[in-house]
């Protein structure tokens, strides 16, 4: 059964770094997210992208954030200047149509900023 | 957008016995979503129910939907003990199609 895959599994850095995360969508997928997970707490929607470009994003996705579609199979977030409170697992996910509606996750990137 | 409220937070049952759980929400929605976390790791999709469905089963769960109450419940029958995990409601509203999720139940299943 086709899945997303993120990696890294785990990245630690320092506060002002900048870090890329990375994920591979299934592959017919047309639709992709990012959400976080602070620990303990809610999952939360970053952005999406389709067509490459930002069709949604939250309060939480800003200047910091970027996303970027470099290859026909690759999805990145990258943050530009990390902070403590970037501190989460990173869940990408992917969709194939507005219409299904069923988004389907990856395993996560536990990012730590020290 | 609105997130769904689950009930109860955590829940520890015995292996073999049915696991309930609950997810009420305050306005209208399109659809409502039951995804899976097991410690430390992504997101499962389990279910989705549309606004105008009453009940989906997959294998051993049961989701029903009742718009009147604006709730909905998961039912894991049979459970086993690599169900423990913490279940999670996330609502699709208004225009958007982002899931919004709930804080969770967390469910132990001891063997």
């Known amino acids: 059964e086709p899945e997303v895959t993120q990696t890294p599994s785990h990245q630690v850095t320092q506060m002002g770094q900048e870090v890329i995360l990375r994920c591979v969508p299934i592959?017919?997928?047309?639709?992709f997210y990012w959400y976080r997970q602070i620990l303990g707490q809610k999952v939360e929607f970053l952005v999406s992208?389709?067509?490459?470009?930002?069709?949604?994003k939250s309060e939480i996705f800003d200047d910091q954030f970027s996303v970027e579609r470099p290859d026909g199979s690759n999805f990145t977030l990258k943050i530009r200047s990390t902070k403590l409170e970037d501190s989460a697992m990173y869940f990408c996910?992917?969709?194939?149509?507005?219409?299904?509606?069923?988004?389907?996750f990856g395993p996560g990137t536990r990012l730590t900023v020290l | 957008s609105q997130q769904g409220e689950e009930d109860p937070q955590a829940l520890s049952i015995q292996e073999g016995e049915n696991a309930t759980m609950n997810c009420s929400y305050k306005?209208?929605?399109?659809?409502l979503q039951w995804y899976r976390q097991n410690s430390g790791r992504g997101l499962v999709h389990l279910i989705l129910?549309?606004?105008?469905?009453r009940e989906k089963h997959s294998g051993r769960l049961r989701v029903t939907l009742d718009t009147s109450k604006k709730s909905s419940s998961l039912l894991i029958t049979a459970s086993r003990a690599a169900d423990t995990a913490s279940y999670f409601c996330?609502?699709?509203?208004?225009?958007?199609?982002?899931?919004?999720f709930g804080r969770g139940t967390s469910l132990i299943v001891h063997p």
């Open positions: 592959s017919n997928h047309l639709y």
């Open positions: 306005t209208s929605i399109n659809n």
């Open positions: 996330a609502l699709g509203s208004g225009g958007s199609y982002i899931p919004t």
């Open positions: 129910i549309r606004s105008n469905e």
């Open positions: 996910a992917s969709s194939g149509t507005i219409s299904t509606d069923t988004q389907y």
């Open positions: 992208f389709y067509n490459n470009e930002i069709s949604e």
